[in-house]
């Protein structure tokens, strides 16, 4: 398996700009996770889905935050309207069981916001 | 008080020293825990995980519960310089019903190990 994929790798963008961040988790896991990781804050939980439906989001950090997952093999996270704050870097994760079982990180995507 | 506590570090050893790595954590429903080894500009990726009360050995690395105390920890035996990376404590707090709860993690410890 290619493991988690994530798109784009890197994104830079001015402050105002839509923001969409793209994952696709490993085939089979019915568990799907994005974190968000800064230097200040470290690894925060921002929402997670099972079986595509969001389970729990109450660590998205306000409105400008959405997550969809319309499959069992492809989420986004949007960003509207972004702003210098949300400069960081975004991980996507999946598992099998959630949070008791094995997370398998994506090689993250770092967001630059000007 | 964080959820999840981890002294930062940065934590420096030398080659085939025993690495020591802490974590406390506040919530007593917490169930499961898991170390992550996080390399410079990388994602996390699980070391170990341990469930019970006691000690858990995968080679190298032990990994100790103590439920009562409220911490876990992790050894390095032998260390390597390629052990040199930021190690994540994660905690699974169990919601209930057909959510499996999710993970806290902590600051993380940076780890070195000069030759």
């Known amino acids: 398996d290619a493991g988690v994929i994530q798109s784009p790798r890197h994104e830079v963008t001015e402050m105002g700009q839509e923001v969409t961040l793209r994952c696709k988790p490993i085939s089979g896991h019915d568990y799907l996770f994005w974190y968000r990781q800064t230097m200040m804050r470290g690894l925060e939980l921002l929402i997670y889905f099972n079986n595509n439906v969001p389970i729990d989001d109450s660590g998205m950090p306000e409105d400008r935050f959405s997550a969809k997952m319309p499959n069992a093999s492809f989420s986004t996270l949007k960003i509207q309207p972004s702003e210098p704050r949300d400069s960081a870097v975004y991980f996507c994760?999946?598992?099998?069981?959630?949070?008791?079982?094995?997370?398998?990180f994506g090689p993250g995507t770092r967001l630059t916001v000007l | 008080q964080k959820e999840v506590e981890q002294n930062s570090g940065p934590l420096s050893v030398p080659e085939g020293a025993i690495a020591s790595l802490n974590c406390t954590y506040s919530d007593r429903g917490s169930q499961s825990f898991f170390w992550y080894r996080q390399y410079s500009g990388k994602s996390p990726e699980l070391i170990m995980f341990?469930?019970?009360?006691g000690d858990k050995e995968d080679g190298r690395f032990t990994a100790q519960l103590n439920k009562a105390s409220q911490y876990v920890s992790l050894l390095i035996r032998d260390s390597q310089p390629s052990d040199s990376a930021t190690y994540l404590c994660a905690v699974n707090i169990y919601a209930g019903g057909t959510s499996y709860g999710k993970l806290t993690f902590g600051q993380g410890t940076i780890l070195t190990v000069h030759p």
């Open positions: 341990i469930y019970s009360n």
């Open positions: 994760a999946s598992s099998l069981r959630g949070s008791a079982d094995t997370q398998y």
